[in-house]
Every structure is written in C-alpha cells, then in structure tokens.
C-alpha cells in the first residue's frame, strides 16, 4: 500500500505531533503570530471558510503544541521555554461540547442558556485543571502553591460539597458534574420531569474568568502570563449559546484573552446574554478574515508550496538538495496546446460556421467566390492564435454592418501579416487585442478542438485553491492516487512528474467535492443554483463570437439596488465561499461603488473562464435579479437567450432594450465597436 502524502487534508484528523509536523508559517517564523496576535489581550474573531485552516492555526498555539514546540528546540529546557511565553493556549472544538443537546424538549430556551453556561463553565474548568496539573507533573508550575489554588477555586462555586488539596481530584470532581448534568438531560422526560433538575452552583464565567484571575494572584509562574482560550468550530453553537460567549467576551478580564473561529456563515449574534448588550467590531473584538489574509499574503505561493514539500518528507520520500516542486508538477505550454489543436483541424469548424453566417449577413450580398476570398484571407493556420484573432475582427466588422467585408477581410489579412513581420506593433491593433486576449484565443481553440482548457501546473494549481490551503492539498490527493491508479508508479517519487492528465482528474473532482463540501444546508431557496446560474452565463459570454470582455471571470453588482431575496442569495455565496470579494470598482463617471466579485477559483475550470482578473462585467438589476433572485430563476433561460444576441451573429438587438449598454453594463471593450 502506497502512502499517499495529501491523504490526510482536515487539521481535526492530525495527532498534535502531526499538526507540529506539517506546521507552516505564512511569512518566516511570525506570519500566523502577527494574524492571531496571541499575546494581546484583545478578543478576537477570525472569520474562514472551510479548509483555510483555522483549526491548525489555533491547535498550532494551543498549549499541548507549546510544549511540543519548545522541546523541540535544542538546549531549551520546557520550563524555561515556557518562561518566555506570554501566554497558555487552551483550544476548545465546539462540536465536542454536546451543545446540541441543550435545546427543544419543551424546555425554554432561557433555562437552556443557563444550563448550557453552567456546563461550559464545567467544561472549561475541567480543561484548565488538565493543563494545570500537567504543567505542574513537568515541572513548570510550583507544587508549593497548589494548595492556595484548589482552595480559591473550590470558593468560586456557590455550593460545593468536596474538600481536597488536589487539583487531580479537584478535575475529577468537575468531570462528575457535567456526566451528572448531561445525565439529567438525557433522561428528565423518562423520569417524568418537565425540565431538567439541576443544581447550578457557578455563575458565568465563575471559572472561565475566575481560574486565571486566581493564577494571576497564586501563582508566581502566571505573574506576567495570560491563558489564551482558543474556541474554535464556534458555528456549531446555537443563537443562545452564542449570547453566553458574547456575555463571556464583553466581561474579559485582563488575566485572559479569547480567539473564536468559525466559519464566515457562523456567527448568529453579537448579543449578550438577555440581548442587553452588543458587541462591536473595533470595541469588544478585533474581527480577521483569514482566507482573505492567505490570500492576498504576497508569499502565498511559496506557502502552499512549502505545505506541499513538507507532505511529500512527512510521508518519507526522499527528496534532493535542488528539488524543485514547480519542475515535479507537468505544464502544457501553449505551443504544444496548440500544435495538438492544428492536428484535430479544429478551426475547420469556426471558419465553416463563419461561412455559412456570412451567407445569411443582411448588409452585403456575398456570392460564394467572395466568401471564399473572405475565409482565405483569414486563414492563417500556421499560426491558430492569429487566424482565430482575424475571425474575431470579421465579427468586429459584421457587427459593425459594414457594406464592404471584402475589403475588410484584406485589411485584416495585411495587419496579420504585419504581426507577423513585427512591423509597426505599436500601431498594429491586432497586436493590441493579442496581447489581452490571447488566453482567451487559446481557450477558445482548445475548446472547439474537444481539448481540456489547461488549468496545470503548480502556480495554476495554487491559484486555484483561492486561498484554501485544503483544496489544493484535496486535489492533489485525488491527482496522486489517480496517477498511481493508472500507471503503478508513485509521482514524486525518482523525479516522476504530476501529469496533466491526473492534475484534470484531481481538478474535476476537487470542484465537485467542493460543492457537496460547502452544500448550504436546508437550501429550500435553491441559492446554490444561483452558482450554475452564474457560472453558465459568464461561460456563454466569454465563449460568444463577440465577447466584450477579456479574461472573463469578474462581476460587479450594485447591492442597494438588489431586492431582498437576491441580495440574501449573493450574501449566502459569498458566506458559503462560493464566490469572494474581488476590489471595489467605480462606474464610469458615476459616484456609486459597485460590489465586484469573482467565483471561487476552483470552480473556474467548471465553467471554462479565465483565471486572470482583467474583464469585469457589470450585471444590470434585472440581470443580477434573474440570476440571483430564486423567485425568478425561471426567467434563466430566456435571458441567457437574449443577452447572446449581442455578443453571437447577427449580433442582433435585445428585446425590448434599444440601447445594448443598457442591457449589458459591461465595462468599456479594447475597441470600440466601429471597427478595429
């Protein structure tokens, strides 16, 4: 059995050794340091989809990483480690809570709030004591104050019926009381009861606030330290559970500070217990976006990258001085691409349909010997980037109406040629719609010659994880046992490469799963569709014979115009990652900003655009309301219909639109639509 190096891609899976192991910081040694800032003592809630990483990042500073982290440094023994720490991180999962069982049952939700912040209090009281007793186990803690500890913890209940000196059984204690609790939960409608009978003997915060403001006063060690609660998961708490941590994080001592991960659809309230208070951005919390930060980190690739490297050691291959990840992973270059398209003939079809288009154009009667001189003079099949560049300026010149298409079909053919001979490029426009479209000329070519558009090579790979590490680490799981599949050979390992042909099979993969993956639950408003709605209507645009963009990937949306429903729709796929925000963008001599986004990477080979940023196209309200408005998803195909009019011969006008920029608002073209 091989060891597949991407197998394992969910920080929840890893032991606290392997998330050590596979630890990799963003900038040198301080990038995650500075985004967490774990030694401030302001709270914090650090916002990212799934797979950004956020679990390893808050295990990364949790306490049992800590001592892993400083053993591992040579002659540094862990007390003195620790002595130069500001901090002890304690990471709580959410899902491990059993949060959703303190609710419904007949019982109110104002009884559930308290019930849950009496188990949480246990909870978190519990995993202070494990920390405690072993930092006390190894030396780091004196014994000597221990008694003053377990004391002052035991005074912070209301009621409690033990004695003892020992924080050992002080914890065992605590584990007791929430199986007790849990019990009773579990069985109070059994036992006849219409709620839960609980003694509730801890106030809010008793122990979450208490137990550090003691190790401040007791304990000489925590004198200039802070406990750092690193929650994490925080989506799996319900509204009222939330209301108990909002309560919890407006009341913060200066003895702790709080870090809460969720996901961007996770938050359900800033309100405090009893909705008395909220909690704002700025005064009770720093907020910090992570995918955003990832993937706007200027070395972004060499961090996916070195995640990368590090997986491949971590499953022991071998790899030399000089390994170079980018050389281990294939690329087609657009030579090759298009030397296999000239095989098939693939633009025998587009200059056949060319032909018969123009047998039917209403502003000049062609005879068949002159179509012919047409086609001829665009032929260039030595070069298909050209030939299929001078049948997009034909298209220019029909949609122009020119009386004359001879004669322009010759114009044409002379700038080609001039291309060619490298005459007067400043001057040459085919030069200038080269140097734009030329991705989308090659896509195109590929495409009608049944060729996969490329997506390949490392740098592609990593931009279309979107600043996900887990995508692209997904993919290249899939990729790698593909390749082993079908050729019995691990790649990676002797210098064997990725091929193309596995990195088309993790990438279709990975985007399925990427679906099912973020799947919006209960989707009865079909806002997932909204995406297949979008991503068909801008692969129309940009495979049009006509399109108005380059590099079509971007849309922008004015939001206030946007009814309710479609507006709950963009913000939905925006939470659930399907689409991110991309840079603000002004209209033209307008004073309104248009919200400008772009589909989640990874679906951009789905729906065959570009992965550059350079087209942005503006979707009208009415557009933006059939496409996003689930109330009017019905309308969908009609309005695909009718929009290709304008981009698709004869270039025909939209109903009932008499001005195409009306309908379109897309950004100003390379050229204007007089001719090139």
Same mark, same amino acid.
């Given at each position: 059995?091989?060891?597949?190096?991407?197998?394992?891609?969910?920080?929840?899976?890893?032991?606290?050794?392997?998330?050590?192991?596979?630890?990799?910081?963003?900038?040198?040694?301080?990038?995650?340091?500075?985004?967490?800032?774990?030694?401030?003592?302001?709270?914090?809630?650090?916002?990212?989809?799934?797979?950004?990483?956020?679990?390893?990042?808050?295990?990364?500073?949790?306490?049992?990483?800590?001592?892993?982290?400083?053993?591992?440094?040579?002659?540094?023994?862990?007390?003195?480690?620790?002595?130069?720490?500001?901090?002890?991180?304690?990471?709580?999962?959410?899902?491990?809570?059993?949060?959703?069982?303190?609710?419904?049952?007949?019982?109110?939700?104002?009884?559930?709030?308290?019930?849950?912040?009496?188990?949480?209090?246990?909870?978190?009281?519990?995993?202070?004591?494990?920390?405690?007793?072993?930092?006390?186990?190894?030396?780091?803690?004196?014994?000597?104050?221990?008694?003053?500890?377990?004391?002052?913890?035991?005074?912070?209940?209301?009621?409690?019926?033990?004695?003892?000196?020992?924080?050992?059984?002080?914890?065992?204690?605590?584990?007791?009381?929430?199986?007790?609790?849990?019990?009773?939960?579990?069985?109070?409608?059994?036992?006849?009861?219409?709620?839960?009978?609980?003694?509730?003997?801890?106030?809010?915060?008793?122990?979450?606030?208490?137990?550090?403001?003691?190790?401040?006063?007791?304990?000489?060690?925590?004198?200039?330290?802070?406990?750092?609660?690193?929650?994490?998961?925080?989506?799996?708490?319900?509204?009222?559970?939330?209301?108990?941590?909002?309560?919890?994080?407006?009341?913060?001592?200066?003895?702790?500070?709080?870090?809460?991960?969720?996901?961007?659809?996770?938050?359900?309230?800033?309100?405090?217990?009893?909705?008395?208070?909220?909690?704002?951005?700025?005064?009770?919390?720093?907020?910090?976006?992570?995918?955003?930060?990832?993937?706007?980190?200027?070395?972004?690739?060499?961090?996916?990258?070195?995640?990368?490297?590090?997986?491949?050691?971590?499953?022991?291959?071998?790899?030399?001085?000089?390994?170079?990840?980018?050389?281990?992973?294939?690329?087609?270059?657009?030579?090759? $691409?298009? !030397? &296999? *398209?000239?095989? %098939?003939?693939?633009?025998? +079809?587009? @200059?056949? /349909?060319?032909?018969?288009?123009?047998?039917?154009?209403?502003?000049?009667?062609?005879?068949?010997?002159?179509?012919?001189?047409?086609?001829?003079?665009?032929?260039?099949?030595?070069?298909? $980037?050209? !030939? &299929? *560049?001078?049948? %997009?300026?034909?298209?220019? +010149?029909? @949609?122009? /109406?020119?009386?004359?298409?001879?004669?322009?079909?010759?114009?044409?053919?002379?700038?080609?040629?001039?291309?060619?001979?490298?005459?007067?490029?400043?001057?040459?426009?085919?030069?200038?719609?080269?140097?734009?479209?030329?991705?989308?000329?090659?896509?195109?070519?590929?495409?009608?010659?049944?060729?996969?558009?490329?997506?390949?090579?490392?740098?592609?790979?990593?931009?279309?994880?979107?600043?996900?590490?887990?995508?692209?680490?997904?993919?290249?799981?899939?990729?790698?046992?593909?390749?082993?599949?079908?050729?019995?050979?691990?790649?990676?390992?002797?210098?064997?490469?990725?091929?193309?042909?596995?990195?088309?099979?993790?990438?279709?993969?990975?985007?399925?799963?990427?679906?099912?993956?973020?799947?919006?639950?209960?989707?009865?408003?079909?806002?997932?569709?909204?995406?297949?709605?979008?991503?068909?209507?801008?692969?129309?645009?940009?495979?049009?014979?006509?399109?108005?963009?380059?590099?079509?990937?971007?849309?922008?949306?004015?939001?206030?115009?946007?009814?309710?429903?479609?507006?709950?729709?963009?913000?939905?796929?925006?939470?659930?990652?399907?689409?991110?925000?991309?840079?603000?963008?002004?209209?033209?001599?307008?004073?309104?900003?248009?919200?400008?986004?772009?589909?989640?990477?990874?679906?951009?080979?789905?729906?065959?655009?570009?992965?550059?940023?350079?087209?942005?196209?503006?979707?009208?309200?009415?557009?933006?309301?059939?496409?996003?408005?689930?109330?009017?998803?019905?309308?969908?195909?009609?309005?695909?219909?009718?929009?290709?009019?304008?981009?698709?011969?004869?270039?025909?006008?939209?109903?009932?639109?008499?001005?195409?920029?009306?309908?379109?608002?897309?950004?100003?073209?390379?050229?204007?639509?007089?001719?090139?």
């Amino acid at each position: 059995m091989i060891k597949n190096p991407f197998d394992i891609n969910k920080a929840v899976d890893y032991t606290d050794e392997d998330i050590f192991k596979y630890w990799v910081d963003i900038n040198d040694q301080a990038g995650f340091n500075e985004i967490l800032k774990p030694g401030s003592l302001m709270p914090m809630i650090m916002e990212g989809g799934k797979g950004s990483g956020k679990t390893h990042i808050m295990k990364y500073y949790s306490y049992e990483l800590q001592k892993i982290r400083i053993t591992s440094e040579n002659g540094s023994s862990l007390k003195a480690g620790f002595d130069k720490e500001s901090f002890i991180g304690l990471y709580i999962r959410c899902s491990g809570l059993n949060a959703n069982v303190f609710s419904g049952k007949g019982v109110d939700d104002n009884t559930w709030e308290l019930l849950f912040a009496f188990y949480w209090e246990l909870w978190i009281g519990e995993r202070i004591l494990y920390i405690l007793s072993d930092m006390q186990s190894e030396g780091i803690i004196d014994e000597g104050e221990n008694v003053d500890l377990v004391n002052g913890i035991i005074n912070l209940f209301m009621n409690c019926d033990i004695l003892c000196s020992d924080l050992d059984k002080l914890r065992d204690y605590f584990i007791q009381l929430q199986k007790k609790l849990l019990y009773e939960i579990h069985n109070f409608l059994l036992l006849g009861k219409s709620q839960p009978q609980v003694d509730i003997s801890l106030n809010i915060g008793a122990l979450t606030y208490g137990i550090p403001n003691l190790l401040k006063k007791t304990v000489s060690f925590f004198k200039k330290k802070h406990i750092l609660f690193l929650v994490d998961e925080y989506e799996n708490f319900s509204e009222q559970q939330q209301q108990v941590m909002m309560t919890l994080l407006r009341e913060k001592p200066t003895s702790c500070s709080i870090r809460i991960g969720t996901r961007p659809y996770g938050i359900r309230t800033y309100y405090t217990m009893g909705k008395i208070e909220e909690n704002r951005e700025g005064s009770e919390f720093e907020r910090v976006k992570l995918d955003e930060k990832i993937r706007e980190a200027e070395n972004y690739k060499d961090y996916l990258k070195n995640i990368c490297v590090r997986r491949l050691q971590g499953a022991g291959i071998t790899l030399s001085k000089d390994f170079d990840l980018n050389a281990q992973i294939e690329d087609i270059i657009p030579k090759v $691409l298009l !030397e &296999r *398209a000239q095989k %098939v003939k693939s633009t025998a +079809k587009v @200059k056949e /349909k060319l032909g018969k288009n123009l047998e039917k154009y209403k502003h000049q009667s062609l005879t068949k010997e002159e179509i012919n001189q047409i086609l001829e003079c665009l032929n260039f099949e030595q070069d298909l $980037l050209i !030939e &299929r *560049a001078c049948i %997009v300026f034909m298209y220019k +010149k029909i @949609k122009a /109406k020119s009386t004359n298409l001879v004669v322009d079909a010759n114009s044409i053919h002379d700038m080609a040629l001039q291309y060619l001979k490298k005459v007067n490029l400043a001057d040459n426009d085919m030069a200038k719609y080269l140097h734009y479209y030329r991705t989308d000329l090659r896509d195109s070519i590929a495409r009608s010659a049944n060729i996969p558009i490329p997506y390949y090579g490392l740098d592609t790979l990593i931009k279309l994880s979107c600043g996900t590490p887990r995508t692209l680490l997904r993919l290249l799981k899939h990729a790698y046992s593909k390749q082993y599949f079908n050729t019995s050979k691990e790649p990676f390992v002797k210098g064997r490469l990725l091929k193309v042909e596995s990195q088309q099979a993790g990438i279709e993969n990975t985007y399925d799963w990427f679906f099912e993956e973020n799947r919006i639950p209960n989707d009865v408003n079909g806002v997932m569709e909204a995406v297949k709605r979008l991503g068909g209507y801008l692969q129309n645009v940009r495979f049009s014979d006509l399109p108005p963009q380059c590099s079509i990937n971007i849309f922008s949306v004015q939001e206030e115009t946007l009814s309710s429903e479609a507006l709950r729709t963009l913000k939905m796929l925006e939470m659930y990652s399907y689409i991110v925000p991309h840079k603000d963008r002004r209209k033209k001599n307008a004073d309104s900003k248009s919200s400008t986004y772009k589909l989640n990477t990874i679906l951009i080979p789905k729906y065959e655009l570009s992965l550059e940023t350079r087209g942005n196209v503006e979707i009208s309200k009415n557009d933006a309301e059939i496409i996003l408005n689930p109330n009017r998803a019905d309308e969908y195909e009609d309005f695909v219909r009718n929009k290709l009019k304008a981009y698709n011969f004869p270039f025909a006008a939209q109903k009932g639109i008499k001005k195409l920029a009306e309908a379109t608002q897309v950004q100003p073209t390379l050229f204007d639509d007089n001719g090139l």
